[in-house]
């Protein structure tokens, strides 16, 4: 069994997002890790109950435990503790399947410009993407929207000693993004 901070945080996130209810979407998650860099990704995406595959709104998420913080992790591990470690996160809330290009604005005031804090700081809400996807006859338009959160979360001495502090820091994550897509979906969209 691998035991390392990183996959506690895995751990926790997936609890969190359980006890929200959320449903995770069938082979959406990787974890990779880059063999010239050696930073290590996490991803995966979760939907709300019962929307299926293609969820029509969905969360996309992304954590990174890059090198340096491995370095730092590693130094605190032998006791020589001189920075803390960081997970960046990114989150991309996803709605698709309209028939129309969405409103930018309406998207934008459903949704908060940071979210709960994790550890000491919260996600940063990033500009929207609007994507059209054309099918071969041209006359087929489906259209999505994106709108990501990003950040990270520090790992204080404390945080690396008891796992148990990932749970708290993590917990309302999954409530918080549950209300976000239920938001999404309820948007008056095509």
Do not use: K
Not at 99 to 110: C, F, G, Q, R
């Amino acid at each position: 069994m691998l035991d390392h901070v990183f996959t506690d945080a895995i751990g926790a996130l997936r609890d969190a997002f359980a006890d929200a209810r959320l449903e995770r979407l069938a082979f959406e998650e990787r974890f990779q890790t880059d063999l010239l860099l050696g930073d290590l990704t996490w991803e995966t995406s979760y939907g709300l109950p019962g929307e299926g595959l293609p969820a029509r709104v969905q969360a996309d998420m992304t954590c990174v435990w890059p090198t340096w913080s491995q370095t730092a992790y590693r130094n605190w591990y032998i006791d020589d503790y001189t920075e803390p470690s960081r997970i960046l996160i990114q989150i991309v809330l996803r709605i698709q399947g309209l028939a129309e290009l969405p409103a930018v604005a309406p998207m934008l005031e459903a949704l908060p410009a940071l979210s709960p804090p994790i550890g000491a700081e919260p996600l940063v809400r990033t500009g929207p993407t609007i994507e059209s996807a054309y099918g071969a006859d041209l006359d087929d338009i489906e259209h999505a929207a994106e709108i990501g959160y990003e950040g990270a979360y520090e790992l204080d001495e404390a945080g690396l000693a008891d796992g148990s502090a990932l749970d708290r820091h993590f917990n309302a994550l999954g409530g918080w993004i549950a209300s976000l897509l239920v938001r999404l979906g309820d948007l008056d969209l095509r």
